[in-house]
């Protein structure tokens, strides 16, 4: 049967695709996220400027794009997803 | 009075969980620990109500209405109902659900009073949790999935006594037994708690 992915499991996907991904420390385009995310462009970018928003990543501006570096924030919140998604898990459960 | 105490370790165990749910809520927003937060708030309420009805039974001439029973084990089935229900909603009605809910109709009108009737739908509804987890098993090869499984197993052997007890009135040990079951299932449930309380996962999620 499909898995569909939950609002959470999105968000802590594309939060880990822009740490993982960030390997010279000067953030990820958009492009490499969507490849990592699986979602539309329409999405990805509402779901960016939410993650924004709420202070989970953040955003650096360059000459012709922006790029996304995931914030100290959002690495709490991965961390606290990790342990929370363990426990669920071991009831069964999918977060 | 050892199964009041242990109806109120249920108590203890029960709203453990349910706290490092909800504190899983609060930092992921996940509708599956809502729901099995909610199941081990009503499990809680539910071994806590038994627990006082079964104190309060020990005092002579103390009249205890027979509402607070039902009350007690009505919190327990619909915190069955919840955990086995977090499964389901996870499989959005799956083969499985379905034939789960031909057996609910032949399982559930076997008892006219309404205390059987509750007792025989949390076996039913553990049942279904133990089918759920044990699958999810096969998928993560978890071993701690595994653990709560057989705990699972353990509450739902534990509802089944608790049905018997109710059969058999004059067979004192059934009520005894059947309590000590669920406790011990509810402390093999109780483990993934432990990894937050002795194996180095803070709650707040910093690692």
């Known amino acids: ?95 | 009075m050892v199964g009041e105490f242990l109806q109120l370790l249920g108590v203890f165990v029960s709203f453990s969980i349910a706290y490092v749910a909800f504190r899983g809520v609060r930092q992921t927003q996940s509708s599956s620990l809502v729901r099995l937060a909610t199941a081990f708030v009503f499990l809680g309420l539910g071994f806590a109500v038994e627990g006082v009805v079964g104190l309060g039974q020990l005092v002579p001439n103390l009249p205890f209405s027979s509402m607070a029973v039902v009350a007690g084990l009505l919190f327990e089935t619909t915190g069955y109902f919840f955990l086995a229900f977090s499964h389901a909603i996870d499989v959005v009605m799956s083969r499985r659900m379905t034939a789960a809910l031909l057996m609910f109709p032949v399982i559930t009108f076997t008892g006219p009073q309404l205390v059987d009737i509750l007792s025989v739908l949390s076996f039913f509804f553990v049942l279904y949790g133990v089918l759920e987890t044990a699958y999810s098993y096969l998928t993560n090869r978890r071993p701690d999935t595994l653990l709560i499984a057989a705990g699972l197993a353990m509450i739902g052997a534990g509802t089944f006594v608790q049905w018997l007890s109710l059969l058999y009135l004059n067979v004192d040990v059934l009520s005894l037994l059947q309590i000590i079951m669920k406790e011990i299932g509810l402390l093999i449930l109780f483990t993934p708690v432990l990894g937050f309380a002795v194996g180095g996962k803070r709650i707040d999620g910093a690692v």
């Open chain 1, 1 to 95: 049967m499909a898995q569909y992915r939950t609002q959470v499991r999105i968000i802590a996907d594309v939060l880990r695709a822009a740490r993982d991904m960030n390997v010279e420390g000067e953030g990820v385009g958009v492009t490499m996220l969507l490849r990592r995310g699986n979602m539309s462009y329409s999405r990805m970018s509402k779901l960016l400027s939410e993650l924004v928003g709420s202070g989970l990543l953040q955003e650096l501006n360059g000459e012709k794009i922006s790029k996304y570096r995931i914030s100290e924030k959002g690495i709490q919140f991965l961390a606290a997803y990790h342990n929370f998604e363990d426990f669920a898990q071991s009831f069964g459960l999918r977060l």
